[in-house]
């Protein structure tokens, strides 16, 4: 198997080529354990750890794994016939010979939670910690080490005693396994983000040109007419647009449209490094069960906003360590959808500290809300719990903790019911939501306050919004251009 692996800007790193075994005869109990799990970072915790390298002008490295799976241990003993092009062998009497597996493959369903098994005890004798909010960052005193498969994002103060400790870590894994490099390289590049640092290592620009590129190259819209946003304001992507049964030549074309795939790189794109297009992405996945042309041409106009901003990411900037801040917005009840699928309000809701956005998100509401309030009020807690998140991972990176993390909500009545029950009525159908809610307000963990709608930054993250709204709030979360970027870092300097 053979495939071209190129770096984040578009460049050629290495082709690989890499024998997989044919996973699909494996039985659950016989060629495997029943357990295969392997814990996944989240991307926020990676983003945390760039935001700690910033504020605290910390050194971020990076060192990947060569072949992880194959230092996993094998669970029990496995054969595999001789692989085609391979010439045979064969026992005394006539009967082709099996190879025997003595380690652990690439296709075995196995692999990944060998594979972590193998990592998680190396790190464990070598002195390190697991997190207890994230099963894959390790901590060691002021270093702190995140496993995203095999490859390893490190940040530690820039002094001798944690130099030497680094280094350490290093030879542990280049004793126990084999790296794809010397392990002291800045990093530059990281599971698909390009992050591009100024000299001091005050800012950084988190982008994603290569797919991007790839995706725009794909669809034929290297060279298309730009779009100013994600989308048409005050349109809403709708399953009513999506095509019937008795609608063959719809259903036939869309067949032959790779709908899933471009939705599934801009999903990764959103989540990565461009929260401005969340929204419309978030949209676009709702319908991905039976999509229509409409929503074909609507994913259309968003990779020509994609065209448009396409050097844009997000920046993380130096600023005084600061509260965590949550944002948190809801659209009340969109009129889209089927007789059981409508009137379900848009949660958004982001998280930032000092200038850097860490966490965002945009989704559909599980329930109908019967008003703002309520669906204000849904958002809200939702945000809440991704707080407690935040403030955890910000524990284990050794954050001060400043108390109460500020939720600004641009509606009053979710305000004044969330910290006094003054109308029960209309509430008291809420439940467990509006109890944690009002629990971790009078508790002094989260702080309920007032933002004016026009500087709700999670506004951007519940609709198509107006050019002008949209570069207001674009620039607000933190999504620049490289001249942009630069430019607030000379400005920043003379200051």
């Not at 391979?86 to 009967?95: E, V």
């Not at 950084?204 to 995706?215: A, R």
């Amino acid at each position: 198997l053979g495939k071209i692996k190129l770096l984040p800007d578009g460049r050629k790193e290495k082709t690989k080529f890499r024998a997989v075994i044919v996973g699909s005869d494996y039985k659950k109990g016989r060629d495997y354990e029943a357990d295969t799990y392997a814990p996944c970072p989240q991307i926020v915790t990676a983003r945390c750890m760039i935001h700690d390298a910033v504020v605290n002008q910390k050194q971020c490295k990076k060192c990947d794994v060569r072949q992880a799976f194959t230092f996993g241990k094998a669970d029990r003993r496995a054969f595999v016939h001789c692989p085609p092009g391979m010439k045979r062998s064969y026992d005394a009497d006539g009967k082709p010979l099996v190879f025997e597996i003595s380690g652990n493959c690439y296709g075995s369903p196995s692999a990944p939670c060998r594979w972590h098994v193998e990592i998680h005890n190396a790190m464990i004798k070598h002195g390190f910690r697991q997190s207890t909010t994230d099963a894959c960052l390790y901590i060691l005193d002021e270093l702190r080490v995140l496993v995203y498969t095999d490859d390893c994002l490190s940040t530690f103060p820039n002094t001798p005693e944690y130099n030497a400790k680094y280094k350490s870590f290093v030879n542990m894994l280049t004793s126990n396994f084999e790296l794809g490099d010397d392990g002291f390289q800045d990093c530059n590049d990281y599971i698909g983000m390009h992050l591009e640092w100024n000299a001091d290592r005050t800012s950084v620009l988190i982008t994603q040109p290569s797919k991007i590129q790839e995706l725009l190259a794909e669809s034929n819209l290297l060279n298309c007419k730009p779009m100013f946003t994600t989308g048409v304001p005050k349109t809403l992507v709708s399953e009513r647009d999506c095509p019937p049964e008795n609608d063959i030549a719809q259903r036939k074309l869309m067949a032959t449209k790779p709908y899933r795939r471009r939705l599934g790189q801009l999903l990764w794109i959103s989540r990565s490094s461009r929260p401005d297009i969340a929204y419309q992405v978030n949209a676009l996945a709702r319908v991905a069960h039976n999509p229509g042309i409409k929503h074909w041409q609507e994913s259309t106009l968003l990779l020509k906003y994609l065209s448009h901003t396409q050097h844009m990411g997000l920046a993380f900037r130096y600023s005084e360590p600061s509260q965590i801040c949550m944002w948190s917005d809801a659209t009340w009840a969109p009129d889209y959808g089927t007789f059981y699928d409508n009137y379900r309000s848009t949660t958004g809701w982001g998280c930032t500290s000092g200038y850097n956005l860490l966490s965002w998100t945009s989704h559909r509401q599980p329930v109908v809300a019967q008003s703002s309030a309520e669906s204000e009020w849904y958002a809200a807690a939702d945000a809440a719990k991704e707080a407690e998140f935040i403030k955890n991972i910000f524990a284990d990176l050794g954050f001060s903790d400043y108390g109460a993390i500020p939720l600004l909500c641009d509606n009053q009545s979710t305000i004044k019911q969330t910290l006094n029950a003054v109308d029960q009525r209309s509430s008291r159908h809420l439940g467990m939501r509006s109890h944690f809610l009002r629990q971790q307000c009078h508790s002094k963990r989260l702080g309920l306050h007032f933002v004016p709608s026009r500087y709700q930054v999670a506004d951007i993250f519940t609709k198509v919004l107006p050019r002008p709204a949209h570069e207001f709030l674009r620039s607000r979360i933190g999504v620049m251009s490289p001249t942009e970027f630069h430019s607030w870092r000379a400005s920043n300097h003379k200051t």
